[in-house]
């Protein structure tokens, strides 16, 4: 395999691959949170999303029931950058990942 290397990461070469880490729209974040209005690492953990090099062709927010507007939250902060999934039961941390991984659209995912 070929090594390509950028500021970033090293990237190897396959048939498979080739390109693939280069376009932003083959990976869609997922970040699962209850009640992360009032914890303080949703913004920080959106915010390292949107300021990657290579962003993600979606950002999805799974919001596990949370009580403290966090949805609210995130529409007047992030706008149409950040989608957000808000579930009306709390499925726990497992079920909300798993509930962005079945609306994500890109092949690829990032937890």
Not at 67 to 81: N, Y
């Amino acid at each position: 395999m070929k090594a390509k290397s950028n500021a970033c990461s090293t990237l190897y070469s396959t048939p498979w691959v080739e390109g693939v880490m280069a376009t932003t729209d083959a990976v869609a974040a997922i970040i699962a949170t209850h009640n992360g209005r009032s914890r303080g690492y949703l913004i920080s953990a959106i915010e390292s999303v949107l300021g990657q090099d290579l962003r993600p062709a979606e950002i999805l927010v799974t919001d596990d029931a949370s009580t403290d507007q966090t949805a609210e939250m995130i529409g007047e902060r992030f706008g149409s950058a950040v989608t957000v999934l808000s579930l009306p039961k709390n499925v726990g941390p497992s079920g909300a990942r798993n509930h962005g991984l079945h609306i994500a659209k890109a092949p690829f995912v990032a937890f």
